[in-house]
């Protein structure tokens, strides 16, 4: 995909389902020996699911994003090429090369199908919500961005009908000063100290 320091994959996320399980232990050197620099999110289980190239080419973990596996959201989408199958215990580096078409067949299904699953995942997402699926992270970033452009209204008020006219002119809505004030005092209670005798006379 990429040779030397020079490519021509320029503004695009590329989608790799599972890439902080299992795919990007894979390319995290050979993306250092092409590029020297990136930059990459990780969690607090330090997997990687974002990894940012220069010239803005992003690779993001779609399972991140829809959770789930290929095969179950090839079928909620109903895609035209759904996941294929393939039995991993029975491929081994002795019979790699034997089955190598199956195995690029497999592979192939796999691209295709995720291709499929993430453009009508995006198709549907900003046809309903008007939300691009390519400037979040993971399923909660996306819910939250589904929330403030479409059921908060300017100052945090929940539009009539819930849905915004203008998607974008939102805020997170801030309690009342006095409100704020009254939770808070309630809440605090100032290092209280309780004593309990360990024995006594007529206590009940």
């Not at 035209?80 to 199958?85: A, C, E, L, M």
């Not at 699926?133 to 939250?144: D, G």
Request: aromatic residues 10%; glycine residues 6%.
């Amino acid at each position: 995909m990429f040779e030397g320091s020079s490519y021509s994959c320029k503004g695009v996320t590329i989608y790799v389902h599972n890439l902080a399980g299992f795919d990007s232990m894979f390319l995290l050197k050979p993306l250092i020996a092409i590029f020297d620099e990136y930059k990459l999110i990780s969690d607090n289980a330090r997997d990687v699911f974002n990894i940012e190239l220069p010239g803005n080419v992003t690779i993001k973990d779609s399972k991140r994003i829809l959770p789930g596996s290929l095969f179950d959201l090839s079928v909620m989408f109903n895609v035209p090429v759904p996941k294929g199958s393939l039995d991993h215990a029975s491929v081994t580096f002795n019979n790699l090369v034997d089955i190598q078409d199956v195995v690029l067949i497999y592979l192939n299904k796999d691209l295709i199908s995720l291709l499929d699953v993430m453009l009508a995942a995006s198709l549907h997402l900003f046809s309903a919500y008007h939300v691009d699926l390519s400037t979040v992270f993971s399923a909660s970033s996306l819910a939250m961005k589904i929330y403030r452009t479409n059921f908060l209204g300017p100052g945090g008020s929940r539009p009539e009908g819930a849905r915004l006219a203008r998607p974008g002119d939102v805020t997170i809505p801030q309690l009342p000063s006095w409100l704020e004030q009254e939770i808070r005092s309630r809440a605090y209670v100032g290092g209280a100290v309780q004593k309990f005798a360990t024995e006594g006379r007529d206590l009940y």
